[in-house]
Each structure stands twice: as structure tokens, then as C-alpha cells.
């Protein structure tokens, strides 16, 4: 700032205050050139030293005297008009003088606006991450519109402070009135927007009487699964594992597990010591499963894992003992006794033949006979819910119930033995793998269902099925997720209505993505970095948006996954006829261990619905590998209890 600029304040009604409009602004300039005439001429520097009374009066010189005398053709005449009018007799060279003194006022005014309004720009740059901007300033004021050099030097500087932008600049028209009509507008479609939003994640949220009926009726299909006469048409399967009995600690000794539920395939060898201090000690090694043998004869397929198995043993050094054995099959099986399961058919993209409708503890016995160099007694084949209780069990004897909450999602518990209908006996309990996913393919969750879930439903693979674990299950999620923000972006909610290649890639949301938006560690620029990885450029206001939904569709999950749990841990009770029940819940799955609220959020709506039972809530470790050889170890120890 100048000595004039500091004269200039000291002379305004505010003084001290929006210095840098009094440095730039119409309403000053004229001021400042007539201050630096003044001290000119005190010095004899121009008008031979005259100062006349019309140069002293404020406002005799305006802005708009500025703008005719840099007039680049008539700019000299003009001045010496105005400065006539002021009382001084000009010479040419004070014409000159003073056209040059104006110059440099109003350049300063537009090099300086330049360079604030370069700040903003690259702020804005850095706010959006991208290498170069491209926008429009929208620009009015009678400096900017009647100067005739003003505008060109603004943008001359601007480019030259700025040069990774592109920038166009856009001559408003009545700002004032158009422009707050315009700003109501926008704050009107921005209501309306906000309205249509609210309404949409409206139906994510789940009342308390809502939630009841959805323990009500778990609770009906699962009563349908276990009875003979409703068996067939039940949709909640309610399997018999024919696991009669969780760890009681004085299991021991050494088993192998293999555990088949992918494309790798891994054989363990689990040492358990019963006594004072319990151990259990595994070792395990991870086998590829070929894409032409998951799809070749299921000879060819349980010939490799016969190979992989021997190849284990002979790494492990144990090839000549005959080991008890228990075989994790994450498949869709028929449970005909601890030792033997039905295939009913592949998934996960396992097309082997001559395996669907077989027994496939069979065909793994067959394939060890066929290679003729070991033998080994399978004792059980597990499901990998069952394996996660056991595995809890073990650590808690109170866990008698299974959780996965992962890519799918499933569960299981102690059932009483004479309420499973199909299996014969009154006496002790049985695991039950409920096959959970499968509750409301007949139906009876419609009323809760939203567009998007049906949406998400009829471009799976299983249309129509597992409509439960299509609302609460990790590998649904991203997809209910990323059809709101499609339907968002059309309705020009998001991303400006483009709807970008990525958004139209499926299962682009994954787990991992949705716990990470959620997190509450993370700022809305660390929610559109995610956003950007994915391909979605985003503002700080899509962020937030997408962080809303990502809240509304997993909070909904948890709660559904509870009010399924709340009928599980109510039927326990029932069972025993408690007024009261402590029983331990053991989980697993990618989805209730990563994901920030989800297991909080589960946790208290099955206090909610189910207040009589005090529920804990246990992470299992391994529930495919160690569980399925805690399985076959209580197997050994109640085969010899029997003998």
C-alpha cells in the first residue's frame, strides 16, 4: 500500500477497513489519481505547479474520467477536456502525464484483482485434484464493463498467474435481480433435491415394529424348516449337521482338515492337547485349484486333491499314520450323517461333472483308494458356520450359535435333537445349519424390499434366491450402493449427471470400500480420494451424499442380520424354557470385522428385539480349518465315549 492508499482510508467513512476494495474498486480509483495529481503539482511537476479548488473537492474526478482518458484514440483530447473542467490549463505533456498516471492506477486495480482471483483458482484446482481447470468466472461492475483496457489486462495476468487453468470469463446481466431470483432457485431445487433424497433413503430405514416382524417371521420359516410336513416347501432350509455336541476341552490329539470353498484349496494338520493348559497348533499349506480341473470330470477334481493332500503329508512327515479327518465343503449339501453330504450343486464357478447328486465324502475316499499310498478316516464333512461356532466353542463353552457375515452370509445353533423333525432320535441337541440367505424367497420379505434390491436381485446369478443374504451380505452391499448412485446421477443428483463407465461397473463397491467411506476418521477428501480410485470424480457434495447412502444401506444390513439373530437366540430360550438366556454367538466374515458400525450396530438391535437374553458376540479365527477339526476331534471323543 501507497502513501495515497493510506490517505484514502484515513479519509473514508471505514477507515481501517476492506483496504484492499479501496486499493481496486470504481468508487476509490478517481480518488487516487486526483491525490497523486495533487502531490504532482505541490512539486511542480505538472500544471507549472497550480492547484485549483475544483482539483481539491472529493468527487470531481470519477472512475468513469479514468476510463474516457485511457481511451486509446481520443484518451489525450479527452484528458485535456476533463482537466480544463478542473481549472487547469493543461500542456500537452501534463495530457500525457496524466493519461500515464491513470494507466498505472487502473493496471494495479486489475493486477491485483488478477491475483487473488488466481488464489481461488487454484484452490478450486486443488479442491477438484485435477492436473488443469477448466471454468468460468462470471464477472459484472461498471470498472470491468466501461474500462476500455481493464479487462483484457485482468485476463492477460489471470493466464499468466494461472497457467494449468483454463479460464473463460462471462459478463453478467443484472446480477442483482436475475441473480437472487437465480439463487433462490438453486436454494428451491436444492430443497427439492434434499426432499427426494431424504425420501429414497426413507425406505433404508427400518422401525422398531418393522424389525419385530422380520424376528416373527424368521422365527415361522425356521419352525418351517424343521417340521416334515412344511420341510419341502420351506425356504429356510434348516439343515442337520449331525454335530451333536460343541468342545468340552478334553479333546485331543492330532487331525488334518481340508477345507474346499474356492479356487484354493488348503489341507491343515491341527494338534490338540487337552489339560490344564490347552493348545491348539496348526499347520497348513494353500493349494491352486487349476480353472480346467474346477471345470474337467470330478475324478479329475478329487484326483488333485488326493495329489495335494499326499504332497501335505509328505511335507509334514506323517504319510504312514492313519489320521481322523474333517472335510469343510462350501457347497450346497444334503447332510445325510456327520460323514456324509449330498452335493445338491456347484456355485462359485465349480462345474466338475458327475459330482451333483453324489455323496461327496464318497468321492474323496474313492480318489484316496485310487492313488493306493495313504489312508485316512473321514470322520465329518463341515459346513464353514458350523466350523465358526465350534471354533468360538472352544474358546467359550457358552457359544452355541454361528455367524458369517462376510461375502454371503449364514448361521446356525444347537437345535434340540426331537424338534429337527427329519433326523430320528429325542435325545441331547444337533447343529443346525440354517441356511439363513434363503429367508424371504417366498415372499414374505417383500414389503421391506426397495426397487433396488429388486434390481440388484434380477442381474445376480441366482435371481430370485437368497433374497435375505442379498440385503445383509458384503458382496450385495456395494451393488445396493452403487444402484442408488446410478438412480441418484440420472435424477442429476450426483457426479452432475454423468453417469461415468466406472458407476456402470458391477461390483466396483467393494467390502473394503464401503467400510473405508464410512469411517468416521475420514474427511470428506479422504471419502472422494476413495471415490476417485474408483473412477468417480466427485465434489465435497457428492461426498457427503454417497457417504448417506453407504449409512443407509449397511445400517439397514445390521439390522436385518440382528432381527434374524433375535429369533435365533428367542428360539434357544424357548427350547430350555428360560426366563433368561447367556449364550455366546461366534462370528466371522469380512463384513461384521471391517466394516466400523455394522457389528455395533447388530449388537444392539438384538438387545432390542430380544431382551430376555443376554447375548456375547465372539470373532472366530479360521472357523473352515481349525472348526472343521474340532468338529472331527468331538466326533473321535463321542465315538469313544459310545465304545
Keep these: ?136 468466472v462470471g464477472i459484472d461492475g461498471s470498472l470491468y464493463k466501461m474500462h476500455p483496457q481493464y479487462a483484457r489486462r485482468l485476463h492477460i495476468t489471470v493466464r499468466r498467474l494461472v497457467p494449468d487453468s483454463d479460464v473463460r470469463f462471462l459478463l453478467s446481466e443484472s446480477g442483482s435481480g436475475k441473480g437472487a431470483a437465480m439463487v433462490t432457485a438453486v436454494a428451491y431445487r436444492l430443497s427439492e433435491q434434499r426432499r427426494q433424497i431424504d425420501e429414497t433413503l426413507e425406505e433404508f430405514k427400518l422401525s422398531r415394529e418393522q424389525l419385530l416382524e422380520v424376528k416373527r417371521r424368521m422365527r415361522i420359516e425356521l419352525e418351517n424348516g424343521l417340521r416334515k410336513k412344511t420341510r419341502e416347501s420351506a425356504k429356510v432350509k434348516m439343515l442337520a449337521t449331525f454335530v451333536r455336541s460343541t468342545p468340552d476341552g478334553t479333546e485331543n490329539g492330532d487331525f488334518l482338515a481340508l ?22 497348533e496348526m499347520h497348513n499349506k494353500i493349494y491352486a485349484i487349476p480353472t480346467d480341473v474346477m471345470q474337467g470330470t470330478g475324478e479329475e477334481l478329487f484326483d488333485h486333491i488326493v495329489h495335494c493332500i499326499s504332497d501335505f503329508l509328505d511335507y509334514m512327515g506323517i504319510k504312514g499314520a492313519r489320521l481322523p479327518l474333517g472335510f469343510t465343503f462350501s457347497f450346497p449339501c444334503k447332510q445325510t450323517s456327520l460323514d456324509a453330504g449330498i452335493l445338491v450343486t456347484w456355485t462359485k464357478g465349480f462345474k466338475s461333472t458327475d459330482c451333483e447328486g453324489e455323496d461327496v465324502v464318497n468321492l474323496l475316499r474313492e480318489g484316496i483308494k485310487r492313488r493306493e499310498e495313504f489312508d485316512l478316516d473321514v470322520v465329518a ?99 445396493i450402493v452403487r444402484n442408488i448412485l446410478i438412480d441418484f446421477t440420472k435424477r442429476g443428483f450426483l457426479f452432475r449427471g454423468q453417469i461415468s463407465e466406472a458407476l456402470k461397473t458391477t461390483s466396483i463397491f467393494e467390502t473394503k470400500f464401503l467400510s473405508q467411506i464410512e469411517s468416521d476418521r475420514l474427511a470428506l477428501l479422504q471419502v472422494r480420494s476413495i471415490l476417485q480410485q474408483l473412477g468417480l470424480n466427485s465434489t465435497c457434495d457428492d461426498s457427503i451424499i454417497v457417504k448417506e447412502v453407504c449409512g443407509a444401506v449397511s445400517r439397514r444390513a445390521a439390522q436385518l442380520c440382528g432381527a434374524g439373530m433375535a429369533a435365533v437366540v428367542d428360539k434357544i430360550r424357548e427350547n430350555r424354557g428360560l426366563d433368561h438366556l447367556d449364550v455366546t454367538v461366534g462370528v466371522d466374515g469380512t463384513l461384521y470385522k471391517l466394516h466400523p458400525h455394522f457389528s455395533k450396530i447388530m449388537h444392539q438391535t438384538v438387545k432390542d428385539l430380544a431382551p430376555k437374553c443376554n447375548v456375547s458376540f465372539l470373532l472366530s479365527e479360521d472357523g473352515s480349518g481349525k472348526g472343521a477339526a474340532l468338529i472331527t476331534a468331538v466326533a473321535c471323543r463321542l465315538r469313544t465315549e459310545q465304545n
Aim: aromatic share 6%.
Design 381 to 479: 464333512i463341515v459346513n464353514d458356520t458350523v466350523g465358526t461356532m465350534m471354533t468360538c466353542a472352544y474358546e467359550d463353552p457358552n457359544c452355541e450359535i454361528g455367524l458369517i457375515v462376510g461375502t454371503g452370509s449364514n448361521a446356525c445353533y444347537m437345535e434340540e435333537t426331537k424338534n429337527i423333525e427329519m433326523v430320528d432320535g429325542e435325545q441331547g441337541r444337533m447343529c443346525v445349519n440354517m441356511e439363513w440367505g434363503a429367508f424371504g424367497d417366498n415372499g414374505c420379505l417383500d414389503d421391506i424390499r426397495t426397487v433396488y434390491d429388486k434390481a440388484v436381485d434380477e442381474l445376480s446369478l441366482n435371481s430370485g434366491k437368497q433374497r435375505y443374504e442379498k440385503m445383509i451380505s458384503g458382496m450385495y452391499l456395494g451393488e
Design 259 to 280: 477345507d474346499l470353498g474356492g479356487t484354493n484349496f488348503r489341507v491343515l494338520l491341527v494338534k490338540i492337547r487337552s489339560g490344564k493348559r490347552r493348545t491348539v
Design 1 to 136: 500500500r501507497t502513501e495515497f492508499d493510506t490517505e484514502i482510508d484515513r479519509g473514508s467513512l471505514n477507515p481501517g477497513k476492506q483496504l484492499f476494495e479501496k486499493m481496486v474498486s470504481g468508487l476509490f480509483l478517481g480518488e487516487l489519481v486526483i491525490l497523486i495529481l495533487v502531490k504532482m503539482a505541490k512539486e511542480g511537476l505538472l500544471f507549472e505547479g497550480r492547484i485549483t479548488p475544483e482539483l481539491l473537492t472529493r468527487g470531481k474526478f470519477e472512475t468513469k474520467h479514468i476510463s474516457a482518458i485511457e481511451k486509446i484514440k481520443e484518451g489525450l483530447s479527452k484528458s485535456e477536456d476533463i482537466l480544463t473542467r478542473l481549472g487547469v490549463e493543461p500542456s500537452h505533456v501534463d495530457c500525457i502525464a496524466v493519461q500515464h498516471v491513470c494507466t498505472i492506477v487502473s493496471f494495479r486495480s486489475a493486477n491485483l484483482v488478477a491475483a487473488t482471483l488466481g488464489g481461488i483458482l487454484i484452490r478450486l484446482r486443488n479442491n477438484k485434484g485435477v492436473p488443469r481447470l477448466r471454468t468460468t
